[in-house]
Each structure stands twice: as structure tokens, then as C-alpha cells.
């Protein structure tokens, strides 16, 4: 069986030509929004190729932002070069998803994830929580205690600040 035979099959099964659904391996050269200017090996540069998945209409998305200079691979699904995607990214620099109200953020420029939705964030809470360690009281024989002691403030200052260098 030839490659033209192979090829015929394959457009029969899938109901269209897939020369074009073959991944394109390209460059980032630039980083725009949710979109991309990638450098395929030819040396054209194609403008505006999206980074997220979902392209209806909703805020829900999964996107994952290359590093500029890193290797990527584009698909096509019309064979038109003003509608190519990445299907596969080497090296991420930031990652987001988002589902309805719901978002997690991995950004590797500062090492951080961030999860949050409409109303709260979990940074926010994780403060708040220590707050509420600090500012805590229990009843005793005598009254009301004090407030944690120092040594307690200091290991709920550690934590707080063992938390922000993970979440923002």
C-alpha cells in the first residue's frame, strides 16, 4: 500500500484530509494574551496561535502558556495557518484552569499556585486562619486565658510565611 492509499483511507475514516492534522514542530517566539507567535522550522512566523483549549464562548479554559525560545507543537484542524492551536508545549511557564467560578494557577516565574473562585482565595483563608490562631483564647478555672505566647506567634509567623512562597 502506498502512501496516497494510506493517505485516502485515513481522509474515508476521518471524513477529511489529514495532511493537515499532522502536528507542526515550531519555536515561541512571542508571548500575547492567550495567543502565541510561533517559528516553524521553515522560518515562517505565525501570529496569533492559541495556547487554550476550550474555545467556546464560557470563561472555563485550560491554558498552557509556554516559555518564549521553547519548542512547541501546533495543529491545525482546518488547514488554514489562521487557525492553528499548541496540542503540546516543552517547557510551561505558567498553567490555568479555569471551570466556571473555579481556578487553579501554577506560574512557574514565581513558583507559586494560586486557587481561588468568585468569593475566596486559598491564600485569604490560610490567613485568616492564622489570625484566628493568634488571637486565640481559652476559658480556664480563672477566666479567660491570654493570647498565645510568643514562641506560638513566631512558629504561626513561620508558617504564614512558609505558605506565601507556595500560594498567592
Same mark, same amino acid.
Given at each position: 500500500? *502506498? #502512501?496516497?492509499?494510506?493517505?485516502?483511507?485515513?481522509?474515508?475514516?476521518?471524513?477529511?484530509?489529514?495532511? #493537515?492534522?499532522?502536528?507542526?514542530?515550531?519555536?515561541?517566539?512571542?508571548?500575547?494574551?492567550?495567543?502565541?507567535?510561533?517559528?516553524?522550522?521553515? &522560518?515562517?512566523?505565525?501570529?496569533?496561535?492559541?495556547?487554550?483549549?476550550?474555545?467556546?464562548?464560557?470563561?472555563?479554559?485550560?491554558?498552557?502558556?509556554?516559555? /518564549?525560545? *521553547?519548542?512547541?507543537?501546533?495543529? *491545525?484542524? +482546518? &488547514?488554514?495557518?489562521?487557525?492553528?492551536?499548541?496540542?503540546? /508545549?516543552?517547557?510551561?511557564?505558567?498553567?490555568?484552569?479555569?471551570?466556571?467560578?473555579? @481556578?487553579?494557577?501554577?506560574?512557574?516565574?514565581?513558583?507559586?499556585?494560586?486557587?481561588?473562585?468568585?468569593?475566596?482565595?486559598?491564600? @485569604?483563608?490560610?490567613?485568616?486562619?492564622?489570625?484566628?490562631?493568634?488571637?486565640?483564647?481559652?476559658?480556664?478555672?480563672?477566666?479567660?486565658?491570654? +493570647?498565645?505566647?510568643?514562641?506560638?506567634?513566631?512558629?504561626?509567623?513561620?508558617?504564614?510565611?512558609? /505558605?506565601?512562597?507556595?500560594?498567592?
Amino acid at each position: 500500500m *502506498s #502512501y496516497g492509499d494510506i493517505k485516502e483511507q485515513i481522509k474515508k475514516i476521518i471524513g477529511i484530509d489529514a495532511m #493537515y492534522l499532522l502536528p507542526i514542530p515550531a519555536t515561541v517566539m512571542a508571548i500575547t494574551g492567550e495567543t502565541c507567535t510561533v517559528k516553524i522550522d521553515s &522560518g515562517l512566523e505565525i501570529p496569533e496561535v492559541r495556547m487554550k483549549t476550550f474555545i467556546n464562548n464560557s470563561d472555563s479554559k485550560l491554558l498552557i502558556v509556554p516559555k /518564549v525560545g *521553547s519548542r512547541v507543537h501546533c495543529l *491545525s484542524l +482546518t &488547514g488554514n495557518l489562521n487557525d492553528i492551536t499548541l496540542i503540546q /508545549v516543552d517547557e510551561p511557564e505558567l498553567i490555568e484552569c479555569k471551570l466556571n467560578d473555579l @481556578s487553579f494557577v501554577l506560574d512557574g516565574g514565581d513558583n507559586k499556585a494560586k486557587i481561588s473562585n468568585d468569593s475566596n482565595d486559598l491564600l @485569604s483563608i490560610l490567613e485568616d486562619l492564622s489570625g484566628i490562631i493568634k488571637q486565640l483564647t481559652v476559658s480556664t478555672g480563672v477566666g479567660p486565658s491570654g +493570647t498565645p505566647l510568643p514562641p506560638t506567634i513566631a512558629s504561626l509567623n513561620q508558617w504564614e510565611n512558609e /505558605v506565601k512562597t507556595l500560594i498567592k
